[in-house]
């Protein structure tokens, strides 16, 4: 399974994943407009692929066939002061 792979230029570390290059047919209309201009990146084969980066492959994988498109977000940022708190026995209230 060829996809292609873009990063958006408004939001670091996010990437969408299209069945075909350039075609953005099956991406609403309000996703496109957050994601911005798409940047090509590169072209894979998903079928010779063990794992990807940050993204689980078989989700990768059924979006693509269910709906023509995968968004790959950035991990959530860890709030180190709360963790702080915690290892400390404080209170997050």
């Not at 873009?6 to 047919?25: G, I, M, N, P, W």
């Not at 290892?87 to 997050?92: A, K, R, T, Y």
Request: charged share 25%.
């Amino acid at each position: 399974m060829l996809t292609a792979v873009y990063k958006s230029k408004k939001k670091a570390d996010t990437f969408l994943f299209v069945e075909k290059r350039d075609d953005f047919s099956k991406v609403p209309e309000p996703l496109m407009a957050m994601f911005g201009q798409p940047h090509y990146v590169m072209l894979i084969n998903l079928a010779k692929r063990t794992h990807l980066g940050g993204a689980d492959l078989s989700l990768v994988e059924e979006s693509l066939t269910d709906v023509g498109f995968y968004l790959q977000l950035p991990p959530p940022e860890a709030n180190l002061l709360a963790e702080h708190r915690k290892q400390n026995g404080v209170d997050s209230d």
